[in-house]
């Protein structure tokens, strides 16, 4: 599976981005989808992570609310809507895939067998 992102910028402080997800293959729908980010000087965390389906979906505490994670299996696509930015929120974000996770087994960056690239995002205060 290769991944591809887009949709990074530059937003100010209240803004909103819709990061998009790109995957090649065709058993995309089979993969537990999830986005990670890392900030300058920090260790790659988790964002969002959603199931096969689209039916269930997981968030950090710290942008539960404010991001949304969704799918499209007829695109090969995965979405992070982000609303409500803050400048805490400026990293690189990487969608990742995976083949075998559930629950809260999908928090961890193990549990990905495929990663992006990753595409900037950028908050002013």
């Known amino acids: 599976v290769q991944l591809v992102e887009s949709g990074g910028g530059l937003v100010q402080a209240g803004g909103s981005l819709r990061l998009s997800c790109a995957a090649s293959?065709?058993?995309?729908?089979?993969?537990?989808m999830g986005w990670f980010r890392r900030a300058p000087g920090k260790e790659r965390e988790f964002v969002a992570g959603?199931?096969?389906?689209?039916?269930?979906?997981y968030y950090a505490d710290s942008v539960k609310g404010r991001f949304t994670a969704s799918r499209d299996n007829a695109k090969n696509t995965v979405y992070l809507q982000m609303n409500s930015l803050k400048p805490e929120d400026a990293a690189v974000y990487y969608c990742?895939?995976?083949?075998?996770?559930?629950?809260?087994?999908?928090?961890?960056?193990?549990?990905?067998?495929?990663w992006g690239q990753g595409t900037q995002v950028t908050v002013s205060s």
């Open positions: 990742a895939a995976s083949s075998g996770c559930s629950g809260y087994g999908c928090y961890g960056l193990y549990a990905y067998d495929y």
């Open positions: 959603i199931s096969w389906s689209g039916g269930n979906t």
């Open positions: 293959g065709r058993t995309f729908s089979s993969y537990v």
